[in-house]
């Protein structure tokens, strides 16, 4: 009878005794969308992304727009084209060179791309990353 009660304990315990950390890392500056944007890649307007290491920046869905990165044709990246450590505005909008993006709001906000991390200027919040699902000659790209 102690044992099972013990059980029970420890079981609780694990069960309610951990918190919720997304409350700690929920980005102020986004808010969430959901969208789902598919890209079919046998079209010219995407032909980029048929070859590694290129980019195709789309500004209709997610809050400014979303880049996506071929890292080897098998695996792609997505992020908001919006910096992350800026309320929206017409100026955090982030403009794609390679596999960077920088803030235009003259901060010298930069990320990378491969890793969506900030590499230059300052704020604490990485890139939004998005889901990427490719299907036969489709990349789909959602949250």
């Known amino acids: 009878m102690i044992k099972k009660l013990l059980y029970i ?6 069960a309610f005794g951990c918190s919720s950390d997304t409350e700690s890392v929920k980005n102020p500056y986004l808010i969430e969308t959901s969208f789902t944007a598919k890209l079919n890649l046998s079209l010219p307007e995407y032909n980029s992304l048929n ?28 992020f908001e084209l919006t ?6 505005s017409d100026c955090s909008r982030l403009s794609v060179n390679g ?7 003259n ?10 991390e900030l590499t230059e200027g300052s ?18 790209v959602y949250n």
């Open 9 to 14: 304990v420890v079981l609780s315990s694990f």
């Open 51 to 78: 070859f590694p290491g290129n980019t195709y920046a789309n500004y209709n869905y997610g809050i400014n727009g979303f880049v996506v990165y071929n890292i080897n044709n098998t695996q792609y990246l997505a």
């Open 83 to 88: 910096d992350p450590n800026h309320v929206v």
């Open 99 to 105: 596999i960077i993006v920088s803030c235009n709001c």
């Open 107 to 116: 901060d010298g906000n930069k990320y990378n791309l491969l890793t969506g």
């Open 123 to 140: 704020g604490e919040y990485s890139l939004k990353p998005y889901r990427v699902r490719k299907t036969g000659n489709i990349l789909e």
